[in-house]
C-alpha cells in the first residue's frame, strides 16, 4: 500500500466493509450506513464514492486478484471513503434496520440535506448571521420548500408529529395554551422511544426580524442569545416539533403565498436539527460517538474475557 502513501500520526489502515447478503439487501444496508453518515454528520456527503456494492466471489484466489488488481489500483482505491465517525453510522443502520419507518426518516433527512443544508458549525451564536436569510430566486423558494418538507415527512415516518385535530384542537385557546389531551398524547410517544418530552431545544433566529413569525411567539431567549443578531429562542420539544409542523403545513407544503418567499437556510437548519435529534435519539445515539462506542466495546470484551 506504500503507493498510496504512508500513515500520518495517529493514523490506522482502513477496514473493508464485506456484507454477507444478496445484491438488494446488501445495497440496501450500505445505502443506509450512507444515508446516517450524512444524518450524524448533519451535512452532506462531499464525498463521491459507490453507491452500491461490489460483488465478491467465494473464491479466494479470485477474492485475492480483486483486491490488488482493482481495489488497490489508483483510479479505484480513491473511490474508498473514510468517515471519523463511520462506526457510528453503522451502529444506526443496525439500530434502525428492524424498523422500516426510521429507516425511511433516515434516507428522508439525508436527502433533505443533500437538498439544502448550512454547516452545523456556522449557526453557532459566536458567528452571528452569516447567512442571507431570505432569498428572490424562486428556485431557492422550492428548494428549501422541499428540504423542509423532507425534513417533517421524517419526523412523521417516527410517529412524533403532533396529532391534533378540528375536534381535538392543539390550542385551547387564542393565547396559545396547550391543549392537555393533545400534549400528553405526543410526550407519552416520545417518552415511549426513549426521548426526554420535556427536554428544550435552541431554534436559531438571527439578525434583524424579518423572518417567518412561528405562532405561538415564545418570547423565552436562549441562554447566549444577545436580543439582536442572535435572537435564537429556547422552545419545549413539543413546540419546537409544532414549529416544524407550522412552516410544513402552512408555508413550504401547498401552494406558495406571500410567506414563502421569507423562507430561508435558518428555518430549513432548524427542522433539520429537530428531526435530526428525533432520529439520533431513537436509536440510541444522540451525543454519542465513536470513541464512545470504542469505550463501550473495549467494556463488553473486558466482560466477556472475566
Known amino acids: 500500500m506504500a503507493e498510496f502513501g504512508s500513515l500520518g500520526e495517529g493514523e490506522t489502515q482502513g477496514r473493508l466493509l464485506v456484507v454477507e447478503a ?72 443496525v439500530n434502525a434496520w428492524p424498523d422500516r419507518r426510521i429507516v425511511y426518516a433516515i434516507h ?70 396547550w391543549n392537555p389531551t393533545v400534549l400528553m398524547d405526543l410526550k407519552s410517544r416520545l417518552d415511549r422511544v426513549g426521548i426526554n418530552p420535556e427536554r428544550t431545544f435552541d431554534w436559531i433566529v438571527r439578525g434583524d426580524e424579518t423572518e ?29 416539533i409544532h414549529a416544524c409542523s407550522y412552516l410544513r403545513n402552512f408555508v413550504t407544503a401547498h401552494a406558495f403565498g406571500k410567506s414563502t418567499q421569507r423562507l430561508g437556510p435558518y428555518e430549513v437548519y432548524n427542522v433539520q436539527q429537530v428531526a435530526r435529534f428525533l432520529i439520533l435519539s431513537i436509536c440510541g445515539l444522540f451525543n454519542v460517538w465513536t470513541r464512545d462506542l470504542m469505550e463501550q466495546m473495549a467494556l463488553q470484551l473486558k466482560c466477556d474475557e472475566s
Open 22 to 93: 444478496e445484491e438488494i439487501e446488501a445495497n440496501n444496508i450500505l445505502q443506509l450506513i450512507r444515508a446516517a453518515d450524512v444524518v450524524i454528520e448533519g451535512f452532506p456527503d462531499q464525498e463521491h464514492g459507490n453507491t452500491a456494492g461490489f460483488e465478491l466471489p467465494d473464491d479466494a484466489s479470485e477474492q485475492a486478484s480483486i483486491f490488488k488488481n482493482i481495489f488497490q489500483t489508483t483510479g479505484f482505491f480513491e473511490r474508498f471513503s473514510f468517515k471519523r465517525e463511520r462506526p457510528v453510522a453503522v451502529a444506526m443502520a
Open 212 to 240: 417567518i413569525p412561528i405562532e405561538p411567539v415564545r418570547d423565552q431567549f436562549s441562554a447566549y442569545s444577545d436580543g439582536k443578531i442572535v435572537r435564537d429562542v429556547q422552545f419545549s420539544l413539543p413546540d419546537a
Open 108 to 177: 428522508k433527512l439525508s436527502r433533505c440535506y443533500e437538498t439544502e443544508a448550512i454547516t452545523p458549525w456556522s449557526a453557532h451564536p459566536r458567528f452571528g448571521q452569516i447567512f442571507e436569510k431570505h432569498s428572490d430566486e424562486f428556485s431557492d423558494h422550492v428548494r428549501s420548500s422541499i428540504a423542509i418538507n423532507l425534513a417533517f415527512s421524517a419526523i412523521e415516518e417516527m410517529k412524533l408529529q403532533v396529532k391534533s385535530s378540528r375536534e381535538k384542537p392543539r390550542w385551547l385557546d387564542n393565547k396559545y395554551t
